[in-house]
């Protein structure tokens, strides 16, 4: 049993793994160190949002805080309004309350239990792993722990390449979303807004500034200019033939024979979304099977129609683009961005169209950049990762999808694993690949505790 331990992040999946720390009976009192990074602990960047117009793209019932108890979270709103359904998308910030609230009772339990818990609202600045345990270096503390876990979320987005120093210092072509959300005022100016991506988080963008920015206007760019798919308004039973799909995927781990199985299985079901549901519970062995060349192949040719396919929109919230589109306020553009820069009259984005070799020119007031998540270590100016990076303690995914680590999570170093150091999350896409939603998040601190607690 692990009796001083530290934690990285102070997003949910930090505040989730201390949760189930403290949650568990244990035979001594445990000390963690909890290294939140500032903000408030347990929200992070996912649900730190405060607008209701930003909802969850999961379902209420789904999304508990702990594996033992999925329903948690749709417990917690249903004390507040009885009316609320299971199959409702709620918004992010009233999960953000949640993680809140379940946090704070682990603390009072903690206590009450004779738990020690340090809670630092700082960076760790650098970390050296040992056999027998891992050293924290904060500030001028250092602090030796029996085993510690990397629980850091999606990194800052970096800019795209080509894009002008000048327009990076002009504040115009913005890089991280969230900020500009948390900061923008409601405003009658007729903006020209250009977004790069149409995931999720595009979305998200574009619905909260038209709210605020009503003469706003809007055009997105990527690839092939589509926005995710959509959810059915209540949930689809479970794929009926989906043991006997899994079963055959293990039997050939090859991306096109899975490709095609996936095709064949959705035009003999009336909802392709069954298909594609029933393969997350298995998404993380299937991905162990493929061989190197084949991620790279799906990753080149597939990921974009996954992403769009499993990480779909509430109906709502297709809605409300659908009716900024038939406004006239937002138009979509296929094709990739070129250059952005400052001219003369503000912000330029050049961009060429799909299936085109020249670029086009669109001129903007502001660029909002969003073009999915960030888990690529090489080159990131993360003080932590920079360092367990050069001194060669973590190695990097090869697809830039995090750090590379074993299935429970333990980092790798040389081909050999820490015994004691870990992570959770989003930094273990790579090995994973489904590991960054809620439900796959509390199942990994689940485990990752049970394994620290056993005798």
Not at 183 to 210: F, N, S
Not at 346 to 374: E, M
Request: aromatic fraction near 6%; charge should be neutral.
């Amino acid at each position: 049993m692990f009796r001083r331990v530290a934690i990285v992040g102070g997003g949910a999946a930090g505040a989730t793994l201390l949760s189930e720390l403290l949650e568990r009976p244990t035979p001594q009192p445990l000390h963690l160190d909890w290294y939140t990074g500032g903000g408030t602990p347990g929200r992070g960047i996912a649900y730190g949002t405060r607008s209701v117009r930003h909802l969850l793209n999961v379902r209420a019932a789904s999304m508990g805080m702990f594996a033992s108890r999925p329903n948690g979270f749709l417990e917690y709103m249903q004390k507040r309004d009885p009316d609320i359904s299971g199959t409702d998308f709620l918004p992010r910030c009233w999960y953000g309350e949640y993680l809140e609230a379940e946090t704070a009772n682990a603390l009072a339990r903690a206590k009450s239990n004779g738990h020690d818990v340090r809670i630092v609202p700082y960076a760790v600045d650098a970390m050296v792993p040992e056999n027998e345990g891992v050293t924290i270096f904060q500030g001028e503390s250092t602090t030796r722990v029996e085993a510690a876990v990397l629980a850091l979320g999606t990194l800052p987005s970096r800019p795209l390449p080509n894009v002008d120093d000048a327009l990076l210092a002009s504040g115009r072509y913005v890089t991280q979303p969230w900020s500009l959300l948390a900061e923008a005022k409601p405003d009658t100016q007729a903006y020209r807004v250009a977004v790069v991506g149409l995931g999720l988080t595009a979305v998200d963008v574009i619905i909260e500034l038209a709210a605020l920015w009503p003469n706003a206007r809007f055009t997105a760019i990527s690839r092939h200019g589509v926005v995710p798919e959509v959810h059915q308004a209540s949930a689809s039973l479970p794929f009926e033939d989906g043991d006997e799909l899994i079963e055959t995927m293990r039997d050939a781990p090859d991306i096109r024979t899975w490709m095609r199985l996936l095709r064949e299985a959705i035009e003999h079901t009336d909802d392709w979304r069954r298909v594609i549901d029933s393969l997350r519970p298995h998404t993380p062995a299937l991905w162990q099977l493929l061989p190197q060349a084949d991620r790279a192949r799906f990753l080149r040719h597939a990921r974009w129609a996954w992403e769009r396919a499993r990480h779909r929109l509430p109906q709502e919230v297709a809605q409300s683009i659908a009716e900024l589109e038939q406004q006239g306020r937002l138009q979509r553009l296929r094709g990739r961005l070129h250059s952005a820069t400052l001219g003369e009259r503000g912000p330029q984005l050049a961009y060429v169209p799909q299936h085109a070799h020249q670029s086009q020119t669109l001129d903007a007031d502001l660029i909002v950049q969003s073009v999915g998540l960030d888990n690529d270590i090489r080159g990131t100016q993360h003080t932590l990762l920079q360092q367990l990076l050069t001194n060669g303690h973590i190695r990097p995914d090869p697809f830039g999808l995090g750090i590379q680590a074993t299935p429970e999570g333990r980092l790798l170093h040389d081909g050999n694993a820490w015994p004691r150091l870990y992570a959770i999350g989003s930094m273990l896409r790579g090995t994973l690949w489904e590991s960054t939603a809620m439900p796959e998040i509390r199942q990994q601190a689940r485990q990752l505790a049970d394994r620290w607690l056993a005798d």
